[in-house]
């Protein structure tokens, strides 16, 4: 059986209980080494096998589950984060079926979970925003037309960028070009949740001039909008004591 992980976005107690117990379980693990926090190896009993899957190929990978598989093994594939975002899981679980080697997914903490929490921030605040969009800079993997950053930015809504803190002044021409004003809040989130995180609090505009100066050069998320500066939101319906519930009758009705 091959169990896909999710590690969490950094911090080794940020991993699901599920996800623990498996790492704890196995017989083989396979993470993400570029990216997963080797702290977590630190579950693995004694005699597990470890393979670090930034030095392999897809098809390596697969050996070894297809290996492990025909001695009776359990394997973890440790991704950091959750596994379904930018995880590259779909093609291993493809080649899994191919073999009849059976699976299953466990959830994790993305990093843009981690980041908000790192900037003490909520995503989606009443009359600022209520959307979140999660995407990407094209570079070396391709990203379609439709889902420029430019295309995403003339929602307005608060964007969460993944993979791109290495073109952060070619993402600020694009933000802006597509209707961000120079000045919209922003933030930098290097390594979220590990011990040496970092947050830059900046605009739009001073996207790269920020990360030159804090030396950031990869393994951060960039968030943009206005929810950032966390003000000029209004209280939560649920709350407000005029409003009526499933579960509370509201003092603005009869």
């Known amino acids: 059986m091959v169990h896909i992980v999710g590690a969490g976005p950094g911090a ?10 498996l790492l704890e379980r196995a017989d083989v693990i396979i993470y ?6 080797p702290a977590l190896l630190d579950y693995r009993k004694a005699q597990c096998q470890v393979y ?12 070894v589950m297809a290996e492990a598989e025909l001695k009776g093994k359990m394997t973890v594939r440790l991704h950091t984060g959750d596994p379904c975002i930018y995880g590259a899981i779909r093609e291993q679980m493809d080649e899994l079926e191919v073999r009849g080697i059976p699976y299953d997914v466990c959830p994790g903490v993305s ?3 981690g980041a908000a929490s790192a900037l003490k921030m ?15 800079m094209a570079g070396r ?21 993944f993979l791109s803190t290495g073109m952060l002044d070619k993402l600020s021409e694009e933000l802006i070009k597509g209707g961000y004003l120079p000045n919209t809040p922003a933030a930098i989130v290097y390594k979220a949740t590990w011990e040496d995180e970092k947050t830059i609090n900046c605009t739009v505009e001073s996207l790269g001039a920020s990360a030159r100066r804090e030396n950031i050069k990869k393994t951060a998320l960039i968030l943009v909008g206005n929810a950032v ?14 409003f009526s519930t499933e579960y509370r009758k509201g003092t603005g009705e009869e």
């Open 12 to 21: 080794p107690d940020l991993i699901t209980v599920r996800g623990k117990e």
């Open 229 to 242: 500066a966390q003000n000029g939101y209004e209280r939560s319906k649920l709350y407000d004591p005029v």
């Open 141 to 161: 993997t391709p990203v379609p037309d439709r889902e420029s950053i430019a295309s995403f930015a003339a929602h307005g809504a608060t964007m969460v960028i």
């Open 52 to 63: 670090d899957s930034a030095k392999m190929t897809l098809e390596e990978v697969i050996a």
């Open 32 to 37: 993400a080494g570029s990216l997963v926090n």
């Open 122 to 136: 909520e995503y989606t605040l009443p009359q600022v925003t209520q959307s979140v969009i999660i995407t990407r």
């Open 111 to 113: 990093s843009f979970c």
